[in-house]
Nanobody, 124 residues
Framework: QVQLVESGGGLVQPGGSLRLSCAAS????????IGWFRQAPGKEREGVSC???????SYINSVKGRFSISRDNAKNTVYLQMNSLKPEDTAVYYC??????????????????WGQGAQVTVSS
């Protein structure tokens, strides 16, 4: 069955870096757009980034220039490199599969599968 498993979360100081991984199984990563979402306490979940099957990449404005999404189809894994982290980046981060190849309007489209989430805490 389809599974998405996040790893790489943790506690980091402001200005630090983390790399999240999303290991996919049960399907061929090549054909699907994959997104990263986050949910902070008391806030709605928001779409952070998305990578299409053709490697087109999208980001919300608040992370542009700091976060980078990539994929390794041979390893069936998608990554989110997060640099210059800020306290407001603190959230549970989820990877998700869209039932299509495009990232168009990814923040508004419901993915068909979700990972279990990884906690990222940015604090001194």
């Amino acid at each position: 069955q389809v599974q998405l498993v996040e790893s790489g979360g943790g506690l980091v100081q402001p200005g630090g870096s983390l790399r999240l991984s999303c290991a996919a199984s049960g399907f061929t990563l090549d054909y699907y757009a994959i997104g990263w979402f986050r949910q902070a306490p008391g806030k709605e979940r928001e779409g952070v980034s998305c990578i299409s099957s053709s490697d087109s990449r999208s980001y919300i404005n608040s992370v542009k220039g700091r976060f980078s999404i990539s994929r390794d189809n041979a390893k069936n894994t998608v990554y989110l490199q997060m640099n210059s982290l800020k306290p407001e980046d603190t959230a549970v981060y989820y990877c998700a599969r869209f039932g299509r190849s495009s990232c168009s309007r990814y923040g508004l489209v419901r993915p068909d599968y979700w990972g279990q989430g990884a906690q990222v805490t940015v604090s001194s």
